[in-house]
Structure formats: structure tokens, C-alpha cells
């Protein structure tokens, strides 16, 4: 290597240092911008195709971006903006020790079975205190995390417009700089895609949707804080058979502790016939075979990426290291002889 390559990799160091240094302030929005485009691209694909056949080509692709980015604003973002909005509230109320949940009950419930006296309102109290520190960095961050979520999700949408329009041009590009030879590359972008595509929608997904059924049944059978429980029913649901079960179980004990026996024996039944059925057949049904990631993996992914990056890290870190065990995969089957 001679001295102009030397320092022309010196100067790349130095510039892409610089540049990490510039957007980390938004590196979450980043990430979650080629998240939301990688997940819209064949839409996108299918959509400029149609388009194509009444205007030109380009006009076709922007054209599809604009609509796409708009439904998902309509479909996606607006709900998520509400349903965040309803969470800090609750959240902030449980924070205060103010729920509506009666605690007297559960914790003289207690008392007559074990003859202890938990302290269940302060426990709870608690968890609220340390979950806004963790997610917002306490409560006088709450502003100042609404404020920075505001412009980063308008960088985020402006992203996604350019990665749907120019995203197969940057792959390409991706392909062509890599010192890697074209098959490890190909091999590579390909194991890539199928982890992400793995983990976005067979994990975070059905999580997802398993949380959303499961806070129906605790709307309809009148548990208070519904939102904030699905919150954390999200989480949890990214472990496979019980995770939610850690939600719905406690809360139909908790409606025949209230003396709402109906309610909790419907929300029993619900939750095995229902809520545990998505975890059983859609997660087996929609995760691609050939992405293997071990739900600790996932759940880890998700805790580390809230702990680091807030409320979007639910999405970005299991992405990040779904994309690491691509990475490795690749490594070990391409250089194995190495």
C-alpha cells in the first residue's frame, strides 16, 4: 500500500467519523427510515409497475413512493403517534402512584393467601418510574423526546422516499464498491435480506399482532390502562408460547379477585384460544425458514436497542442484530477454510 492509498483511507476514516458524528443525534430514525422502505419496497415494486403503463417510468416511481409514504403516514404512523400519546399518559399516571387498577384488593388477595403484605401499589409505582427513565430519560424528557421525535420522523419520511426511489441504485453501488468477491457479496446481501425479512415481520410483526388482540380482550373486559399493558405485552410477546401470558394471566386473576368473575373467566379463555393461537400458528407461518434467530437473540435485540436508542429501539435492535448473525453466517460458510 503506498502512501496515497494510505492516506486516502486515513481520510475516509476520518470523514465517515465525522459524518457518524453529525447524524447520531437522528441514527435511529436512519435506521428506522431503510427499516420502513425495506418493508415497503415490493409494494413499491408492484405499484410503479402498474403505474408505468399510463406515465413514464420515473414519474411512475414517484408517484408510487408518495402514495406509499402517505398510506403508511394514514395506516401506520397517525394510530402510532395516538397509541404513544395514550401510553405516556398512562404511563405518567402509574409513575404518580395514580391507577385505576384497585390495589387494596390484589394486595388483601394476597395477604389472606400468604399472610404477607406486598407493597403492590409502590411496586408498581416503581416499574412506571424506571420504564419513563428508560424510554424518555424521565419525565422532564418527555418534551424533548416528542419535540426530536417530531423532526426525526420528518427525516425519516423524506428518507424513505429516496431509499424506495434510489435503494436498488445504492444495493447496486453496495455490490460493486465491496472488496468482497461478487459471490460472498451476493451471498451476503441475500443472507441479509432474509434475516431482516425474518425478523421484521416473524418476530417484531406477530408480536405485534399478538400484543393487539391481547389488549382487545383486556379493553373488553374493562382492565384499566389498556394501552400502556399492550405496551408492554409488545415486548414480552417476543417470547415464544408465554410472553404475554405474563399480561392476560395476572389481569383474569386479577377481575376474580375484583369480584368480576365472568370478565376473568372470559379473558382465560380468550387468552388460550385466541392469543396464544397467534403465537402457535401465524409466527411459524410467516417467518421465513431460512432466518434462525433464537427468540432470547430477538428479545435481547429488543431491551438493548429501547435501552440505547428509546422507543423506536423496540424495532432497531433486533434488525441490527439480525443483521450481525447475517454478517457471520456468511463469514463462517464462505471463509470457513480460512
Do not use: C
Amino acid at each position: 500500500m503506498n502512501r496515497g492509498q494510505s492516506f486516502l483511507l486515513l481520510l475516509m476514516g476520518a470523514v465517515a467519523l465525522l459524518t457518524l458524528f453529525v447524524i447520531l443525534p437522528f441514527i435511529e430514525y436512519v435506521i428506522a427510515s431503510a427499516i420502513l422502505a425495506f418493508v415497503l419496497y415490493p409494494f413499491h415494486r408492484r405499484l410503479t409497475r402498474r403505474l408505468q403503463t399510463r406515465v413514464s417510468k420515473r414519474f411512475g416511481e414517484m408517484l408510487s413512493a408518495l402514495t406509499l409514504i402517505l398510506s403508511a403516514i394514514v395506516a401506520v404512523i397517525l394510530p402510532l403517534a395516538y397509541i404513544t400519546w395514550v401510553f405516556v399518559r398512562d404511563l405518567t399516571a402509574i409513575a404518580a402512584g395514580d391507577t385505576t387498577i384497585d390495589v387494596a384488593a390484589i394486595e388483601a388477595e394476597i395477604a389472606a393467601l400468604t399472610g404477607q403484605n406486598p407493597e403492590i401499589g409502590e411496586t408498581l409505582q416503581t416499574v412506571g418510574q424506571q420504564l419513563a427513565q428508560t424510554l424518555f430519560g424521565g419525565f422532564s424528557g418527555i418534551l424533548t423526546t416528542a419535540v426530536r421525535a417530531s423532526v426525526g420522523l420528518s427525516l425519516a419520511l423524506f428518507l424513505v422516499y429516496y431509499a424506495l426511489i434510489d435503494g436498488p441504485a445504492f444495493v447496486k453501488w453496495i455490490r460493486a464498491a465491496s472488496p468482497l468477491p461478487s459471490d460472498v457479496t451476493a451471498d451476503l446481501v441475500e443472507r441479509v435480506n432474509v434475516m431482516t425479512r425474518g425478523v421484521v415481520i416473524g418476530h417484531i410483526v406477530v408480536a405485534l399482532l399478538q400484543a393487539f388482540i391481547a389488549g382487545l380482550g383486556l379493553w373488553a373486559t374493562g382492565i384499566p390502562n389498556v394501552v400502556f399493558w399492550t405496551f408492554v405485552m409488545a415486548v414480552l410477546a417476543l417470547l415464544p408460547l408465554i410472553g404475554a401470558f405474563f399480561v392476560w394471566g395476572p389481569a383474569a386473576a386479577y377481575l376474580v379477585i375484583v369480584d368480576q368473575v365472568t370478565a376473568g373467566v372470559f379473558l382465560a379463555v380468550y387468552g388460550v384460544a385466541v392469543i396464544a393461537m397467534v403465537d402457535n400458528y401465524a409466527r411459524p407461518l410467516v417467518i421465513d425458514q431460512q432466518a434462525h434467530l433464537n427468540p432470547a437473540i430477538i428479545l435481547l435485540g429488543v431491551f438493548g436497542g429501547i435501552y440505547s436508542v428509546g422507543f423506536t429501539g423496540l424495532f432497531v435492535g433486533p434488525i441490527v442484530i439480525g443483521v450481525l448473525a447475517a454478517t457471520l453466517e456468511t463469514f463462517r460458510e464462505d471463509y470457513d477454510a480460512i
